[in-house]
């Protein structure tokens, strides 16, 4: 796994696409129990090369109550974007992931990732991807759905606190996902 993540962070496929040039941003080990498939590191992440280490991966883990020792912990949990890097800006914010990573390495990451009990599609990217035809009609529709992909898969909508509008018009989502999302994982990874 250690010589996986090495050929993964020196990864230069799509470096003609990347504004900031590549810095590909993932962790994970054998160990790791649980696996969390987000869309792509933003400007912040890409300056520390800290994955979530921003906004999003604050409300992220108050999502899953866990704390930063814990989420770091790569024995713990794996983290791994559905683009390894910093895509660049759009016009209405972060580019969408580059396709390159998950065609060339999401299926050796998570071979190498034996351990994971639990995976969360975080977003419409993963989600697309990993639930392909079982992906509803949209991402709301994708979430309310949840039981439908467990116990293997749980789609979250992005933490970005951006997304407070979605967050009140599903108040399902605080009451229904959110405490089976942290029983799972306190069951996964005991505090």
Avoid at 38 to 50: D, K, L, T, W
Avoid at 74 to 94: I, Q, R, W
């Amino acid at each position: 796994m250690d010589s996986l993540l090495n050929e993964i962070r020196s990864c230069t496929i799509c470096a003609q696409f990347l504004p900031e040039g590549p810095r590909p941003i993932v962790a994970g080990s054998s160990q790791s129990k649980l696996l969390i498939i987000g869309q792509a590191p933003g400007r912040r992440v890409h300056e520390s090369g800290i994955p979530w280490n921003d906004p999003s991966g604050d409300h992220l883990r108050s999502w899953l109550n866990m704390d930063k020792d814990t989420f770091y912990d790569e024995n713990s949990v794996a983290l791994m974007p559905m683009g390894f890097c910093y895509p660049g800006t759009g016009k209405s914010g972060d580019l969408p992931p580059r396709p390159e990573c998950a065609e060339n390495w999401h299926f050796k990451m998570i071979e190498g990732l034996n351990g994971v009990k639990l995976t969360l599609l975080v977003g419409q990217y993963a989600q697309k991807y990993y639930l392909q035809k079982r992906f509803k009609s949209n991402l709301t529709e994708t979430v309310r759905s949840y039981k439908e992909f467990e116990p293997e898969f749980l789609p979250l909508p992005h933490p970005s606190p951006r997304n407070r509008i979605w967050m009140k018009k599903n108040a399902w989502f605080e009451k229904e996902v959110l405490p089976l999302l942290q029983k799972r994982v306190a069951q996964l990874l005991p505090m």
